[in-house]
């Protein structure tokens, strides 16, 4: 059995979760914020055997899409740089970071 820690951008959770229910396979989802973006991300706990993880990867990766978003670094007090850096600038995001671990055991009560 594995644990697969899914981690993916709000936009593209729905869709993941719709999927996973379709095709039987249980998974936790929590809410949970990124530290880039500060922006909402879910992620998913989910355990499956290790025949289905190849599985389980290919609908997180088929769900997860990267776009195109303007974000606003954060205020530079350092007066040497130049006054650009406040100004929006535009950064990929969305995907999926997937985290594939061995469960020792697993209980259910």
């Known amino acids: 059995m594995k644990l ?9 959770a729905n869709r993941l979760s719709n999927e996973f229910i379709d095709k039987n ?3 936790t ?3 949970t914020t990124g530290g880039f973006l500060k922006s909402g991300n ?4 989910i355990g499956v055997e290790e025949d289905r993880v190849d599985e389980v990867l290919e609908m997180i990766k088929a769900a997860s899409h990267t776009r195109q978003q303007f974000m606003t670094p954060p205020v530079n007090l350092d007066a040497q740089l130049d006054n650009t850096s406040s100004y929006p600038v535009e950064v ?3 995907g ?8 020792d055991q ?3 009560f």
């Open 106 to 108: 697993f209980h259910q």
């Open 96 to 103: 999926a970071t997937v985290f594939v671990m061995p469960v």
């Open 4 to 12: 697969l820690i899914a981690i993916v951008q709000d936009k593209d």
């Open 92 to 94: 990929q995001v969305g």
């Open 29 to 31: 989802r929590l809410s």
């Open 25 to 27: 396979i249980r998974a």
């Open 42 to 45: 879910t992620t998913f706990m």
